[in-house]
């Protein structure tokens, strides 16, 4: 039997780690990550990596030259692959109808033409992008509709790796599903696919379905995973209100085995490029398939997560005596969570925005996240004096009137606040949006605390 040769299109937060995990694997298997940016393909090639992910390092140095090869020649690897995985963005539409909500399928729409130009002989598909529900029927029409030589069964195999965790997450998912067409072609392309998984998954982990369960499946836990992070955000303004503490209202909720622990720490809002884009998504097939109801439930997910963001930045300013005009505010974490360079619809966007709004100067420290990124996130192309990024968290913190942690890095556990404190104007204040400082103590120190869902 010839040698299996995969090829991904799009080296991305998706493509880069699914590919050097079934590299590292399978090193039988020939994996070809291609990218059409070639600064992305280089820094995969040379390092430092385009995506910090703990533990990614060894994963792709183990394959890297050998079974994994990273290039720019996307049509070459297209036409030697029998397996083409589809990693490609899929953000949401920012004009034309669907606008805000549907998912712009413009670089799926282009890798399908694309597979169908060099194609020859039988390909197996597999779109890993996270699509709208019947996507695969699109692709399917554009590949047979303008192949010459190829033959093509399309799979459906979405990804559900979290950042921060993708190589744990990879290594030993919850689960991998597969969904294809319900012929003996499709079912055979199934299993070729899953019996790659079943290298280092247990095969009952693989779950194969029918192509549209596969399709929504992903939307839908990502909006059920969303939705538990605004239930928990809405009742963290109740327990503000009540003197009831989140943290002991989610223990006490998450020991019951039908909710579960997990997913329930109230924050300043979830950010990310999946959760509200999925949700968009959903929302948008909901109400082109008729069901006004249903997409105006889920939009409540995302409504809510904006509202605790604006909650959160409006509690700063009413807590520093109502103005922050010329104030120094310190945001420490920019990055949407930790152990990630990812920023995209962090939470601090909107928290920065709205303190620069109110006339405050902005001081941010991320770990991993550098100055022009944070700075396009929040001005884009404008420029504003009043945002300042620092390389070092007490530097940032000196001479501010307030503090803000943003997002849960380890190292904000073990800052020195009573250093921070002495370097601060008084009173001083800490905002606490990840919950994971420890507030007695600060309060100890002079710190004036907010802390989402406890009442001061
Ligand atoms: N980031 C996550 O945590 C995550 C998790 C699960 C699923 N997803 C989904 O996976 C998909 C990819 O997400 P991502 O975060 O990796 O995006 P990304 O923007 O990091 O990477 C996509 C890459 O595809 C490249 N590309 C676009 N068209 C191409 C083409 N025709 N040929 C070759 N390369 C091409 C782009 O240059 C880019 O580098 C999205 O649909 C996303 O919703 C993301």
């Not at 020859?120 to 399917?140: C, D, F, Q, Y």
């Not at 003197?243 to 997913?263: L, M, N, Q």
């Amino acid at each position: 039997m010839s040698q299996t040769r995969i090829c991904c299109l799009g080296a991305g937060y998706v493509g880069g780690p699914t590919m050097a995990m079934i590299a590292a694997k399978c090193p039988d298997i020939q994996v070809t990550v291609t990218d059409m940016s070639e600064p992305r393909i280089r820094a995969w090639n040379e390092g430092p990596l385009p995506v910090y992910e703990p533990g990614l390092e060894d994963v792709v140095k183990k394959a890297r030259g050998k079974n994994l090869h990273f290039t720019t020649d996307v049509k070459g690897a297209l036409k030697a692959a029998d397996i083409i995985f589809v990693c490609v963005g899929t953000p949401t539409k920012t004009h034309g109808v669907g606008a805000g909500r549907a998912a712009d399928l413009t670089y799926v729409e282009s890798a399908a033409r694309m597979i169908a130009e060099v194609a020859e002989g039988a390909k197996i598909i597999v779109e890993k992008s996270t699509i709208p529900v019947r996507t695969a029927s699109a692709i399917l029409t554009i590949l047979r509709s303008n192949s010459k030589n190829g033959t093509f069964q399309v799979l459906s195999n979405p990804e559900f790796l979290a950042e921060g965790t993708a190589v744990a997450d990879l290594e030993n998912p919850d689960r991998v599903l597969i969904g294809g067409e319900q012929t003996p072609e499709g079912l055979a392309a199934v299993e070729k696919v899953a019996s790659i998984y079943a290298r280092w998954v247990p095969r009952p982990k693989i779950l194969t379905t029918n192509l549209w369960s596969s399709e929504l499946s992903k939307l839908v836990a990502n909006a059920f995973l969303a939705q538990r992070i605004s239930s928990i955000n809405s009742i963290s303004a109740l327990c503000e209100a009540t003197e009831a503490d989140i943290d002991e209202v989610a223990r006490a909720i998450g020991c019951d085995s039908r909710i579960g622990p997990k997913f329930l720490k109230a924050s300043v809002g979830f950010g990310g490029s999946c959760f509200q884009k999925d949700i968009l998504n959903l929302v948008y097939l909901c109400e082109h398939f008729g069901l006004p109801e249903v997409a105006a439930y889920w939009e409540s997910v995302v409504k809510m997560n904006d509202w605790q963001k604006h909650r959160f930045s409006a509690r700063i300013v009413s807590d520093l005596f109502s103005t922050v005009t010329g104030k120094h505010i310190a945001i420490l974490g920019f990055a949407f969570k930790k152990d990630t360079n990812d920023t995209r619809e962090t939470a601090a966007i909107a928290v920065c925005r709205d303190l620069l709004k109110e006339g405050a100067k902005v001081v941010v420290y991320d770990p991993r996240v550098p100055e022009t990124q944070i700075r396009s996130e929040v001005l884009g192309s404008e420029k504003n004096p009043n945002l300042v990024v620092l390389k070092n968290a007490l530097e940032a913190c000196q001479g501010a009137h307030g503090v803000a942690i943003l997002t849960e890095w380890d190292e904000f556990k073990t800052l020195d606040f009573k250093k921070i404190h002495d370097g601060m104007n008084k009173p001083a204040f800490v905002f606490d949006g990840r919950n994971i400082l420890p507030h007695a103590k600060l309060r100890e120190l002079g710190f004036k605390v907010f802390a989402i869902g406890k009442a001061v």
